[in-house]
């Protein structure tokens, strides 16, 4: 199952969720969106608004892939679970999110180059992206809290280098 998830925040991510569900007629396997407060309504999967926190993260740990926006609780959870992770941020340029914060994040994952995470910038890329990602497979990481921690430091320190 690829799982597609847009958080809470109150602004739509149709952006994704109309490139998702063009490409979900090609993709192997199920998928599955959280769509949030997106206006946009998936034809070709299946989808819901919300759902309870416990259920949300058994919906990552399930998943082949995640794709999803640069969200930091879905980001912790994927490293958790050694679980392949797909960002594409929210713009501030599409009226998705309030600053570029996500942009930002983003270009440091990028950077650091963990694995199981992977990045894109816009949605042209996503279909591509996920069949690569598909095909190599899940990589493994050392079980245990280190990359949870990790990315924590990083977070930390990217705030404070922003103050």
């Known amino acids: 199952m690829i799982f597609v998830t847009v958080g809470n925040d109150f602004r739509n991510f149709d952006r994704l969720l109309k490139k998702m ?20 309504s998936p034809r070709n999967t299946d989808c819901f608004d919300f759902i309870p926190m416990d259920r949300a993260v058994e919906s990552i740990r399930r ?26 941020p929210r ?3 599409f009226a998705e999110h309030m600053n570029d914060h996500q942009l ?7 950077e650091r180059r963990d694995e199981n995470i992977y990045v894109v910038y816009h949605e042209d890329e996503l279909k591509e992206a996920i069949c690569r990602i598909l095909k190599e497979g ?14 924590l430091r990083t977070i930390r320190d990217f705030v404070q280098a922003i103050r």
């Open 21 to 40: 569900d063009e490409i979900a007629p090609c993709l192997p396997g199920k998928v599955v969106i959280q769509r949030g407060y997106s206006r946009y």
């Open 63 to 88: 998943s082949e892939l995640v794709v999803s926006h640069a969200g930091i609780g879905t980001i912790i959870h994927c490293k958790e679970y050694q679980i392949p992770l797909l960002i594409l």
């Open 138 to 151: 899940k990589k493994m990481t050392p079980k245990g809290d280190a990359g949870k921690t990790n990315l």
């Open 104 to 110: 930002e994040i983003a270009h440091v994952l990028e």
């Open 91 to 93: 713009r501030k340029a």
